[in-house]
C-alpha cells in the first residue's frame, strides 16, 4: 500500500493573494508513482452539492502555490470547481531530495498523480477532470495531456517549452550544436566539482529591485514579480533559484513530441505581447499539425498582454473563458 511520507504544512494563510469567503480551503498530500509525497492547497466551493469536476493547477516554473498557482485554484473554485494547487516535487511543501531539482519526467508524473488523488476523491466527478498549468508547467501540462487519457481539458496560459528553452537558450539564440555543447561542458564540469564537494549550489533566482534600467523587459517583468508584489520564502525565482544542476535532463529531453495525439480539448493562452509567446504559437501550431484531433483545441491570444500579466493581472486573464472552457468538459 503507498503510504504519504509526512510534511510539515503551513497552516496559517501564507498566499500571495487574499483569501476568498466563497471557497473553503484546506491543505492536503498525495504520492507519485517515485514515491514522492506532494503538498496542495485544496479549494472547493462552498455550499457545493453533489460530485464536482476538479481542476489541478501548477506553476509558473520555480514557483509555489502560494503565488499564481493558487490564485487560479481559488478563482476557478470561486466558479464551482473543486482545485487543487500543488507544489513539483523537489520544491515548496513538497518532498523529494535534494531540494530544487527539475525533471521532465517526474514533473510530468506529478500532474499524473494529482490527477489520481483527485480521481479517487469522494466530492469529484471522475469524468470530469483537468489540469491548468502555467508557464513552465503549461508545457508539462501539455506533455501529461498527451499520456493521460483520464484528463478531459487542459488549459495552458503564459506557457514555456522548458525542453526548448535550455537546449536553444531564449528566443533559440543559442541553436547550435557548438552552443550546447559549451553548455554541456560547463553543467558536467561542475557535476564533478560539486559531486567532489558533496554539496550542491543554486543557480540564482530573479534580481533584486530595483532593477538595473539596462536588463531586457522580461527579466524586469519577472523580478517585480517574484521579488516584489508576489514574494514568497518558498519560491525559488524569489530566492536563490534552482539546484544549478536542475535542469540538466530539459537539454535533451523534448516534452512535446506527441502532443499532436491529444484528443482531448486544449485551450492556449498567451499574452500578444509576451516574450514567451513564440513558445505558445509553436506548440499550438505542433499540436495541430497533421491531427486528426484538431477540432477541439484553441489559441487565444491576449491583446497587450505581457508574461507575467497572466501571472495575477486579474483584470486581463480570461476567466470567463477558462470557465466555459472546463465546464465542456
Known amino acids: 500500500m503507498m503510504k504519504t511520507a509526512a510534511l510539515t504544512l503551513t497552516q496559517e494563510w501564507d498566499k500571495t493573494f487574499p483569501q476568498s469567503d466563497k471557497v473553503?480551503?484546506?491543505?492536503?498530500t498525495f504520492i507519485n508513482r517515485?514515491?514522492?509525497?506532494?503538498?496542495?492547497?485544496?479549494?472547493?466551493?462552498?455550499?457545493?452539492q453533489g460530485k464536482l469536476p476538479a481542476i489541478a493547477v501548477c506553476g509558473p516554473f520555480g514557483a509555489v502555490k502560494e503565488q499564481c498557482s493558487g490564485l487560479y485554484a481559488?478563482?476557478?473554485?470561486?466558479?464551482?470547481?473543486?482545485t487543487i494547487a500543488f507544489d513539483p516535487s523537489f520544491t515548496g511543501?513538497?518532498?523529494?531530495?535534494?531540494?530544487?531539482?527539475?525533471?521532465?519526467?517526474?514533473?510530468?508524473?506529478?500532474?499524473?498523480?494529482?490527477?489520481?488523488?483527485?480521481?479517487?476523491?469522494?466530492?469529484?466527478?471522475?469524468?470530469?477532470?483537468?489540469?491548468?498549468?502555467i508557464c513552465g508547467w503549461g508545457g508539462m501540462a501539455l506533455?501529461?495531456?498527451?499520456?493521460?487519457?483520464?484528463?478531459?481539458?487542459?488549459?495552458?496560459?503564459?506557457?514555456?517549452?522548458?525542453?526548448?528553452?535550455n537546449a536553444n537558450g531564449y528566443f533559440d539564440s543559442e541553436d547550435s550544436e557548438e552552443k550546447r555543447h559549451e553548455k554541456k561542458i560547463m553543467l558536467n564540469n561542475l557535476r564533478t566539482e560539486e559531486y567532489a564537494k558533496g554539496a550542491y549550489s543554486r543557480g540564482g533566482g530573479c534580481?533584486?529591485?530595483?532593477?538595473?534600467?539596462?536588463?531586457?523587459?522580461?527579466?524586469?517583468?519577472?523580478?517585480?514579480?517574484?521579488?516584489?508584489?508576489a514574494y514568497h520564502a518558498r519560491s525559488?525565482?524569489?530566492?536563490?533559484?534552482?539546484?544549478?544542476?536542475?535542469?540538466?535532463?530539459?537539454?535533451?529531453?523534448?516534452?512535446?513530441?506527441?502532443?499532436?495525439?491529444?484528443?482531448?480539448?486544449?485551450?492556449?493562452?498567451?499574452?500578444?505581447k509576451a516574450h514567451s509567446a513564440y513558445f505558445g504559437r509553436d506548440a499550438f501550431a505542433n499540436m495541430t499539425?497533421?491531427?486528426?484531433?484538431?477540432?477541439?483545441?484553441?489559441?487565444?491570444?491576449?491583446?497587450d498582454a505581457v508574461h507575467t500579466d497572466l501571472y495575477d493581472n486579474t483584470a486581463v486573464i480570461p476567466f470567463d473563458k477558462i470557465e466555459s472552457f472546463f465546464q465542456k468538459m
Not at 34 to 48: E, R
Open 207 to 229: 534580481l533584486e529591485l530595483p532593477v538595473p534600467d539596462d536588463v531586457p523587459f522580461f527579466v524586469r517583468d519577472y523580478s517585480e514579480y517574484y521579488k516584489g508584489r
Open 143 to 165: 506533455n501529461t495531456a498527451a499520456i493521460d487519457t483520464r484528463i478531459k481539458a487542459t488549459v495552458v496560459s503564459t506557457m514555456y517549452d522548458m525542453t526548448r528553452v
Open 34 to 48: 517515485y514515491g514522492i509525497t506532494l503538498a496542495a492547497d485544496m479549494y472547493v466551493p462552498k455550499d457545493a
Open 74 to 82: 481559488q478563482t476557478m473554485a470561486e466558479r464551482g470547481f473543486l
Open 24 to 28: 473553503a480551503h484546506s491543505k492536503v
Open 236 to 272: 525559488l525565482n524569489s530566492n536563490e533559484g534552482w539546484n544549478t544542476l536542475g535542469c540538466l535532463s530539459f537539454m535533451n529531453q523534448p516534452i512535446l513530441r506527441y502532443t499532436n495525439e491529444i484528443r482531448s480539448a486544449v485551450l492556449i493562452i498567451h499574452g500578444e
Open 289 to 303: 499539425k497533421d491531427s486528426r484531433f484538431s477540432d477541439n483545441k484553441e489559441l487565444l491570444m491576449i491583446p
Open 93 to 133: 511543501e513538497s518532498g523529494g531530495t535534494p531540494r530544487y531539482m527539475a525533471s521532465p519526467d517526474i514533473n510530468t508524473e506529478d500532474f499524473q498523480a494529482a490527477v489520481d488523488f483527485l480521481s479517487v476523491n469522494e466530492r469529484v466527478d471522475a469524468d470530469r477532470i483537468g489540469i491548468l498549468g
